[in-house]
């Protein structure tokens, strides 16, 4: 059946699982099989949960770049993480993650202290962790609006603060939390750098350019060594005066 004859939704499904593959990285990319696009596609006929589905597939590829885990895992653990996500607990995450296994167990007659150790071993794995860490919100971007009103206390207090030192204390606060990045002060600290390096080389290049001009002077008889001893270097941007 080609593109043209699926179902719209069985189209998205087939677009999808295409930008799947873009999305992983290239060590893993050969390791897609038939039988994984299957699953993916099975993955993302849910309609309900297709979204969400889908915008974790592509996003959380990156934990594959060192190619320590199957494809087959990265899906069924990005399954796992999406329903935890949606407020599922451990033990029902698994099941909609793993049914068959599931039923394996009760047809085997685990015992439910069995099954929710594997429950817990399965969500302290570190592929599900580094799924779960994709995830995380930076606490400086959940709480921005707190931050901003804690800026704006201290500047109240900075300002109005009856006593010296509660004003100078929020005054400090401030600057402290409004400085400019570590990364933006060291490439000023480069930039320093370089700009000594520099200074150097104009001064050795003006040094040799005057005991050039002193050995002229010498050779062409229009003074003694003696002179030359006696005169002081003046350096004026780069350029080497005698006087």
Do not use: W
């Amino acid at each position: 059946m080609t593109t043209q004859q699926l179902s719209p939704q069985a189209q998205i499904i087939q677009m999808t699982v295409e930008q799947f593959k873009e999305a992983l990285p290239v060590k893993v990319k050969k390791s897609v099989s038939p039988q994984l696009i299957a699953s993916v596609q099975s993955l993302l006929s849910d309609p309900n949960l297709f979204e969400q589905y889908r915008d974790n597939l592509l996003g959380y590829t990156s934990v594959m770049a060192d190619g320590k885990f199957r494809i087959d895992q990265y899906v069924n653990a990005v399954k796992y993480v999406s329903h935890k996500l949606m407020g599922c607990s451990n033990i029902e995450a698994y099941t909609k993650t793993f049914p068959d296994k599931m039923n394996d167990f009760h047809q085997r007659a685990v015992s439910a202290k069995d099954i929710s150790s594997y429950v817990v071993a399965y969500n302290k794995s570190k592929l599900v962790n580094l799924i779960f860490e994709q995830t995380l919100v930076p606490m400086h971007v959940l709480n921005q609006d707190m931050y901003q009103k804690a800026l704006n206390i201290q500047m109240e207090l900075a300002t109005s603060a009856s006593s010296e030192k509660v004003r100078s204390d929020a005054a400090n606060s401030i600057l402290t939390h409004l400085k400019a990045p570590e990364s933006a002060k060291i490439k000023l600290d480069i930039g320093a750098g370089e700009g000594m390096v520099n200074t150097i080389a104009d001064l050795r290049a003006a040094a040799a350019e005057f005991v050039n001009q002193q050995r002229a002077f010498i050779q062409s008889g229009a003074g003694t060594a003696k002179d030359v001893a006696e005169k002081r270097l003046l350096v004026i941007d780069g350029d080497a005066q005698d006087v």
